[in-house]
Nanobody, 114 residues
Framework: QVQVVESGGGLVQAGGSLRLSCAAS????????MGWYRQAPGKQHELVAV???????IYAASVKGRFTISRDNANNTVYLQMNSLKPEDTGVYYC????????WGQGTQVTVSS
């Protein structure tokens, strides 16, 4: 069994910052990538940022230059530093752990007020 637990969401004013954390534990044989996705009200689930075990990163165009993903491979943890937040960043942020199978966390709410 694999557990994926996010933390760090909350309410922040536009221009502010938040840092999300995600820790994976349990029977994980190997992790290829860890990342963050989000779902805003009325919108589709979308990729925010992903980092492979080798350190390669992918960012959504809308967050490039504002968000930074980082990983602690030894502890199966991934972080998302979000700066210069905008109201359109509001949504539920989900952590994804990609190994042989894909695992998801429960999500953490991020609300950016204007």
């Amino acid at each position: 069994q694999v557990q994926v637990v996010e933390s760090g969401g909350g309410l922040v004013q536009a221009g502010g910052s938040l840092r999300l954390s995600c820790a994976a534990s349990g029977s994980i044989l190997s992790i290829n990538a860890m990342g963050w996705y989000r779902q805003a009200p009325g919108k589709q689930h979308e990729l925010v940022a992903v980092m492979t075990s080798g350190g390669s990163t992918i960012y959504a165009a809308s967050v490039k230059g504002r968000f930074t993903i980082s990983r602690d491979n030894a502890n199966n943890t991934v972080y998302l530093q979000m700066n210069s937040l905008k109201p359109e960043d509001t949504g539920v942020y989900y952590c994804n752990v990609q190994g042989v199978r894909s695992f998801w966390g429960q999500g953490t709410q991020v609300t950016v007020s204007s």
